[in-house]
C-alpha cells in the first residue's frame, strides 16, 4: 500500500473518503496558523531584538570566561578591578572640564571707556556679582592703560596677553597684574566663581596702576662720525 494523500475525516458508511495532497495541506495549515489568534501571546519586535542581544552578551561573555584563569569568577574579578580603578582616577583627577582651544578675548564687540567699565565692575559688586564685577574691573584696568598710551589699543587681546604687555611699562606690577588675567580668565571660561575679595584685589591693582609711574624703554642714539679738518686739509 503506497504513501499518498491521507483521508482527511474517517470514512462513514457508503461516503467516499475525502483526501487533500499534501501541498493544499501545508499551505492550509500555515493559513490557520497564520491568524492572529495564534500569536496574541508572541513578543514584540523590541522584545525578541533585546532577547537577541542578551544571547549575544551571554555568548560573549562565556566565551570571555572560557579565555580567562578563573572562568567566570575571574572575569568578574577583572571586571570589578577595572571598574574600582576607574571610579579612583575619577575620584583623584575630578570630572574632566571643557577648555577652549584659545582664551577669549578681553573685550566685547562695543568699545568702552575705563570709567564706564568701572561704573559697571561697581554696579555688579553693589550686587554681589562677584564674576562680572571681577571682569568688568579687569576690563577698566586694560582700557585704562590704553587711555595712558601705555597699551596700544588692540581688537582681541586677551586678558593675558594685556597682563604681559602692561609688565614691560610698570615692572613693579608683574605679578599682580598676571594674578588679575588668572581671575579674570577663571571666571571667564575656567568655571570658577569669583569673591568680594578677588574684586577688591582688582579694584586696588586699578587704583595703584593709576598712581604708578612707567618705566620708559631708553633711546638709543647712533653716533654719527664725521671727517676731521685735519683730513680735509690734507686732501687740500
Request: without cysteine; hydrophobic residues 45%; proline residues 8%.
Amino acid at each position: 500500500m503506497g504513501f499518498g494523500a491521507a483521508p482527511l475525516l474517517p470514512r462513514t458508511g457508503d461516503d467516499p473518503p475525502v483526501t487533500i495532497s499534501r501541498d493544499p495541506a501545508r499551505e492550509a495549515a500555515e493559513r490557520e496558523l497564520s491568524r492572529p489568534m495564534y500569536h496574541e501571546h508572541d513578543p514584540s519586535l523590541l522584545q525578541r531584538a533585546l532577547n537577541t542581544f542578551w544571547d549575544w552578551v551571554d555568548d560573549l561573555f562565556s566565551a570571555a570566561a572560557g579565555a580567562t584563569p578563573g572562568g567566570r569568577f575571574g572575569l568578574l574579578a577583572i571586571i570589578l578591578a577595572v571598574v574600582l580603578l576607574g571610579v579612583a582616577l575619577w575620584w583623584r583627577l575630578g570630572a574632566p572640564q571643557r577648555v577652549p582651544a584659545s582664551a577669549p578675548a578681553l573685550f566685547d564687540a562695543r568699545p568702552r571707556s575705563a570709567a564706564e567699565h568701572r561704573a559697571a565692575a561697581a554696579a555688579h559688586a553693589a550686587q554681589s556679582h562677584w564674576n562680572q564685577a571681577v571682569q568688568e574691573r579687569m576690563r577698566a584696568i586694560v582700557r585704562a592703560l590704553e587711555e595712558r598710551a601705555l597699551l596700544d589699543p588692540r581688537p582681541g587681546r586677551t586678558a593675558d596677553e594685556a597682563a604681559a604687555d602692561a609688565a614691560r611699562p610698570l615692572p613693579a606690577h608683574t605679578g599682580r597684574l598676571r594674578a588679575a588675567a588668572h581671575a579674570f580668565d577663571d571666571v571667564t571660561y575656567g568655571g570658577r566663581t569669583a569673591d568680594e575679595a578677588a574684586y577688591l584685589r582688582l579694584a586696588e591693582l586699578d587704583r595703584d596702576l593709576e598712581r604708578a609711574k612707567p618705566v620708559l624703554a631708553p633711546l638709543t642714539s647712533t653716533a654719527h662720525t664725521t671727517p676731521s679738518s685735519s683730513h680735509q686739509g690734507a686732501a687740500e
